[in-house]
Structures are given as structure tokens and as C-alpha cells.
């Protein structure tokens, strides 16, 4: 069974901090994606990482894939009250990485930026 | 990005009652659809992997006969909460993969079931 775990799964910042957010994953998945989900909406992709070493950078969110070691970060600089959201990350694939499109969540992560 | 439809976006039904939940995929072909449910506070679920013109694929402990899945086009798959209970209401979300790099996601429906 493919496992997805992020940590921390709660994540109070100040503006102006910068915090990294875990997503460790069980399978040999090379791909992988962060999304952005608000209250009430559906998912905003954010990031789509398809490869080993893969960074990829949008404003102040930085993604970051490692597949031997089975992790990516969500790097998030000088945060701003407008990331303020819950942040998933999902490995595609089943356990055996061949079903493109199927996604596992991890548990998301609750972020919540204060003045 | 390529754009996915839900409808509706919310509904409410009565207890016993039969809901259809729609996902289009408006500017590309999917063979392949997936429905998650999202309880609150909670993570996605995938549900069941829906084929264009053959039987979708649950997950374990899914009720293939309460959620009924239709993919009877490259751009259209249905969800169907049959006999809804209150313990169904949830945020159901449809995926549909574009065969590339991606799956791209609908909207959602909130079902509240009274």
C-alpha cells in the first residue's frame, strides 16, 4: 500500500518567515504534485514534479523533488497572510508507480500565516 | 492548464434519495477519470478509477453498488449516490487525466444529505 506523509500537518507562521513543509512517500514514484486547496474550493495545482533533483519555483513557494530518498519539499519564503491554506501533496501512481493519474494524498498541512 | 468541469457544485437531497454528480473534461479527451471524496478536515480519498466505456475500478471498501460511475464518454463520467445517508455527505471531487504530465481537477460538489 502506498503511504504519503507530510509533516507538519499544523504550521503557524509569522509574515516575514520562512518554513519548509515534508512530504515522504513509500513507493518509486517519480512523480509528484503540490496543490493548494482554500475552504470550501477544490484543489489549485501548484506544482508538478516529474523527475529526480526537479525544482521548480513560483513566487514564493519553492517544490522540490528526491526520489531515492522518497521526499519533496515545499519551501515557502518570506510568508505573506495570502498562502494562508492547506497545502497537500500527492504521489502518483499505485504501489507499483504504473497508474499515471491516480493519486495519494498526504494527510495536508494547515498553514496559517499571522501578521 | 486543461479545464474540468463538476456540476453541481452543491446540493442537498433528502435521505433515500439518488444524486448525480457530473465531470466533464471540456477541452481534452480523458479515458481516464478518478473520483476522491473529501470528509472535513480531512485528506482526498480516491474512490474509484472511472474507464471510458468500461467498468470503473474501486478502492477497497468503496460500495461499487451505492456509488455508481459512468464513463460513457471521453469527456463525460458520472457519479451516482444512490440511497443517500447522511454519513455520505461529503466534498466529492473528480480528476480527469489528460494522458500527459497531469490530472486536472473539477470544482468539486458539496452533498449535504437531510
Known amino acids: 500500500e502506498l503511504k504519503v506523509e507530510q509533516n507538519p500537518l499544523f504550521l503557524s507562521m509569522q509574515e516575514g518567515k520562512n518554513y519548509t513543509i515534508y512530504c515522504n512517500y513509500s513507493t518509486t514514484s517519480d512523480r509528484l504534485y503540490w496543490y493548494r486547496q482554500d475552504p470550501g474550493k477544490s484543489l489549485e495545482s501548484l506544482f508538478v514534479l516529474l523527475s529526480n533533483g526537479a525544482v521548480k519555483q513560483e513566487g514564493r513557494l519553492m517544490a522540490s523533488l528526491d526520489t531515492k530518498a522518497r521526499l519533496s519539499t515545499l519551501h515557502i519564503t518570506a510568508a505573506v497572510h495570502d498562502l494562508s491554506a492547506t497545502y497537500f501533496c500527492?504521489?502518483?501512481?499505485?504501489?507499483?508507480?504504473?497508474?499515471?493519474?491516480?493519486?495519494?494524498f498526504g494527510q495536508g498541512t494547515i498553514l496559517t500565516v499571522h501578521p | 492548464g486543461a479545464v474540468v468541469s463538476q456540476h453541481p457544485s452543491w446540493v442537498i437531497c433528502k435521505s433515500g434519495t439518488s444524486v448525480k454528480i457530473e465531470c466533464r473534461s471540456l477541452?481534452?479527451?480523458?479515458?481516464?477519470m478518478f473520483w476522491y471524496r473529501q470528509f472535513p478536515k480531512q485528506s482526498l480519498m480516491l474512490m474509484a478509477t472511472?474507464?471510458?466505456?468500461?467498468?470503473?475500478?474501486?478502492e477497497q471498501g468503496v460500495e461499487k453498488d451505492k456509488f455508481l460511475i459512468n464513463h460513457a464518454s471521453l469527456t463525460l463520467s458520472t457519479l451516482t449516490v444512490t440511497s443517500a445517508h447522511p454519513e455520505d455527505s461529503s466534498f466529492y471531487i473528480c480528476s480527469a487525466w489528460t494522458g500527459l504530465t497531469e490530472a486536472f481537477f473539477g470544482q468539486g460538489t458539496r452533498l449535504t444529505v437531510v
Open positions: 477541452d481534452f479527451q480523458a479515458t481516464t
Open positions: 472511472s474507464n471510458e466505456g468500461s467498468k470503473a475500478t474501486y
Open positions: 500527492a504521489v502518483d501512481g499505485d504501489a507499483g508507480g504504473t497508474s499515471y493519474g491516480k493519486l495519494t
